[in-house]
């Protein structure tokens, strides 16, 4: 079988992953609006093409606090690599790497920081970080990751719970015993309350922006913040210095009946006045959508799910597969509307529909 385009990739894991795993995956929270709202704002949102432009040599590269990427993806942080692939984490760092795109390793991987280290120490890493109760374990979880060479650290900001899925309920979801929160090994000998999930009973619920004052007095690293939905929370992040701001409601598993990031961007974008670099999360799945992030002023979008399905398929090579395609459809996709470089994308670009 081809594989075309995304929708390939995902009807490939669907197929041939385990339904628990699959479920997990693919899983909203209650009834899924959000998650199924990410994808279907897009097409709510046109494009206003130019005629004419020379786009006979395109630059697509951007620039993700002064790092160059080959295109404005990057891999989302998500938990569990290994459900989709033995090698897990270490061959989503790869792939990253070997497309020279950042990857957010999660606080949940199957892989620890110094195998994903040295699966590839030349890429663009970042490390996105759960506060815990335990602020021992946290604290020395951003240590290693800048001792690593990790350059950035994301801080996850809307789940002080879990959000409600319910087929992981129905399946009774678990890791299977081979597989490992390998970060966390050994740290949370007193959570006990779920055999699953004990780490997550080990969130710290009372987290505010005053812990922002706390990570940075850790570490050097720049402080991204990943959760933000309003233009309220955006200034707020401007306040406390942080130097990036992922739009996201985490693929639409926590609160559902939020907003879809691509609709949450525009009032971020604006409230924060180009102090901070705005990053998106959510629904794509399209060269097209990411085109159109772009033109609503995301610097740079992150892809979850489909790098998922990516392993699934062919392990780093299927991760690759799914990269190559976005960024072919990108570069299409901008030189039929016009653009020859990123730097041609703005808001003029694209308009809402009336529907």
């Not at 997550?200 to 987290?207: A, G, I, N």
Request: proline content about 4%.
């Amino acid at each position: 079988m081809a594989m075309v385009c995304l929708s390939d990739f995902e009807a490939y894991a669907k197929k041939h992953l385990p339904k628990i795993a699959w479920d997990f995956f693919a899983a909203g929270a209650d009834d899924c609006s959000t998650r199924d709202e990410n994808i279907l704002a897009y097409k709510r949102i046109h494009f206003r093409p130019r005629m004419l432009r020379d786009v006979s040599v395109m630059d697509i590269r951007t620039k993700l606090l002064g790092t160059e990427i080959s295109f404005p993806v990057g891999i989302a942080p998500t938990g569990f690599h290994q459900l989709a692939w033995p090698d897990g984490e270490k061959s989503t760092a790869r792939a990253a790497t070997a497309m020279n795109t950042c990857y957010i390793a999660s606080t949940y991987s199957t892989c620890t920081l110094e195998e994903i280290a040295a699966a590839a120490p030349s890429g663009i890493r970042w490390f996105q970080l759960y506060i815990h109760r335990n602020r021992a374990v946290s604290k020395q979880l951003v240590q290693r990751a800048e001792a690593l060479g990790f350059q950035g650290l994301v801080l996850t900001a809307d789940l002080p719970y879990t959000g409600k899925r319910r087929d992981d309920i129905r399946n009774g979801f678990r890791l299977p015993p081979h597989m490992k929160l390998k970060n966390l090994e050994g740290a949370f000998e007193v959570c006990k309350m779920s055999p699953s999930f004990h780490s997550l009973w080990c969130l710290d619920p009372s987290v505010t922006w005053n812990d922002i004052y706390w990570l940075r007095s850790l570490t050097h690293l720049p402080i991204i913040i990943k959760g933000i939905l309003t233009k309220e929370d955006a200034e707020l992040a401007v306040r406390h210095g942080v130097q990036g701001i992922i739009v996201s409601n985490h693929g639409g598993r926590q609160l559902d009946g939020g907003p879809a990031t691509i609709d949450a961007l525009v009032e971020v974008v604006e409230a924060v006045q180009g102090k901070i670099e705005v990053y998106l999360d959510g629904g794509i799945r399209k060269g097209s959508d990411i085109l159109k992030a772009l033109a609503l002023g995301a610097k740079c979008v992150f892809i979850g799910r489909p790098a998922l399905w990516g392993l699934a398929y062919k392990g780093e090579e299927g991760l690759q597969d799914v990269l190559r395609i976005l960024q072919d459809e990108f570069r299409l996709s901008m030189a039929l509307a016009g653009c020859a470089r990123v730097s041609h994308i703005d808001r003029h670009l694209v308009h809402f529909s009336k529907l």
